[in-house]
C-alpha cells in the first residue's frame, strides 16, 4: 500500500493518523503542492484535482480521506475509529462530527476557493479565517455534548483524525482558537497518542538542503 | 423520528431518498430557508449553521445528512446503501464519490460561499457553476470505472443519492450536463425507481395559495 501524500496537508494527516494507529505498514510518497508537482500530468493521473492524500491499493488509486478510513476500516477492524460496538446515534455523531470538518470546513478554507475568491492575500486569510471558524464553533457546540476523552466518547476515532489536523490549519491562519474549550481537551489527548506523534506534519517535513 | 428539510434543498433530498428506500415512516417538517425561518433562533437551536436537513430521534438533534445515512443504515439495515456485502474496495468507492459530492462540490456551490463571494448575481452563478462543473468532471471519470446501473455496481448506494440530488442544483444553475455520459445512465436508472419518486423536490413543493 502506497500513500502520496504532503507533510502539510491536513487531509493527509488524517490518513498517516489512521495508518499509525491501525499499525499497517504502508510506503509513504511525498507530492509537493508548492512545486506544481501536485499539478503535473502524472499525479492528475492519481487525483482529478490533483489533490492529496491519494491511496495505492493493488494499482487502483483511491482518493477522498474518509474512503481510505473507511477501507482500512473493514480490511484492519481494530481499534476501530467509526464507533464499532457503539450504539446508533453514538457511531451518527462520530459521522456527524468528521463532516462538520471534512464538508463544511476544510474545503472551503483550502487554496482552490481561496485563489478564486480573491487575487488579494489578505482578502485570502480572511475568507480561510472566517470558515475555520464558523467550523470550529459548530465542532465545539456539538462535541461538547459528545465528548469524554476524545470527541465521542472515550476512543479515539475519525472526528478526532479530522478535527486536530484543522487545529494546525487554524493556527496556520492565526485563529483565535481560546473559545473552543472542550476541544483543547480533546486535541491535549490526542497529542499524548504515540500514533498522534508518529503522523504529525512535522516529522514529514522535508530537510532542509 | 422528525426530519426538518427543504423541498429544493439537495442534501434533504439524500435524506428522503433514504428513508423511502428504507421504508422508514417519519414526520416531515418543512423549514423556510427563503423567508428567514432557517436562521431563526428556533432553528439555530437545531443545527449550528442553520441548514437542513436536521434528524430528530428520541428529542436528540443530528445534523449531517450522511450521519443520518449511517444512523439508518444501522438501525435499519436492509437494502443497504452503504455495499453491506460488497469487498472493501467496492465500500470505499462508494464513500469517495460520495465525498465527491458532500465534501468536494456541494458545500462549495452552496449560497453561503456565493454571498460570501460577491454581491454580483452573475459572479454568483458563476461561482457555483465553477465548482459543480469540477465535482461533475470528477465523478464522471471515477464512476466510469466502477458503475453498473448505478454509480458502483447495481445496487442503488449513497453515492446516488449525492450525486442526483446534485444534479438537480447544476441544472438549476444552468450547467451543461451532456460531457457526463456515465453520470446520465445512472441518473436515468435512479429516476425509474419508487423511492427516487416518493423523494424527489416537486413532491414537496409547497403549493401557491
Given at each position: 500500500m502506497k500513500l502520496y501524500h504532503y507533510w502539510r496537508s491536513s487531509s493527509s494527516w488524517r490518513v498517516r493518523w489512521a495508518l499509525a494507529y491501525k499499525k499497517v505498514a504502508y510506503e509513504g510518497v511525498a507530492v509537493d503542492l508548492l512545486s506544481g508537482e501536485s499539478d503535473s500530468e502524472t499525479h492528475l493521473a492519481r487525483h482529478p484535482f490533483g489533490y492529496v492524500p491519494v491511496m495505492e491499493i493493488e494499482g487502483q488509486m483511491l482518493t477522498e480521506s474518509l474512503a481510505m478510513i473507511r477501507y482500512l476500516e473493514d480490511v484492519h477492524?481494530?481499534?476501530?475509529?467509526?464507533?464499532?460496538?457503539?450504539?446508533p446515534i453514538a457511531r451518527a455523531r462520530i459521522v456527524e462530527l468528521a463532516e462538520t470538518i471534512n464538508a463544511d470546513t476544510q474545503p472551503l478554507q483550502n487554496l482552490d476557493p481561496q485563489f478564486l475568491h480573491s487575487d488579494d492575500p489578505e482578502k485570502r486569510k480572511a475568507w480561510a479565517k472566517h470558515w475555520i471558524v464558523r467550523g470550529l464553533t459548530a465542532y465545539e457546540r456539538l462535541c461538547s455534548k459528545t465528548a469524554g476523552?476524545?470527541?465521542?466518547?472515550?476512543s479515539l476515532s475519525v472526528a478526532d483524525l479530522c478535527l486536530v489536523p484543522q487545529l494546525y490549519n487554524a493556527r496556520r491562519y492565526e485563529?483565535?482558537?481560546?473559545?473552543y474549550t472542550t476541544i483543547a481537551r480533546i486535541e491535549k489527548n490526542c497529542a499524548d497518542l504515540e500514533s498522534y506523534r508518529a503522523s504529525e506534519p512535522s516529522k514529514f517535513e522535508p530537510k532542509k538542503v
Open positions: 477492524p481494530k481499534p476501530s475509529l467509526l464507533g464499532e460496538g457503539l450504539n476523552k476524545f470527541s465521542v466518547g472515550d485563529v483565535d482558537l481560546s473559545p
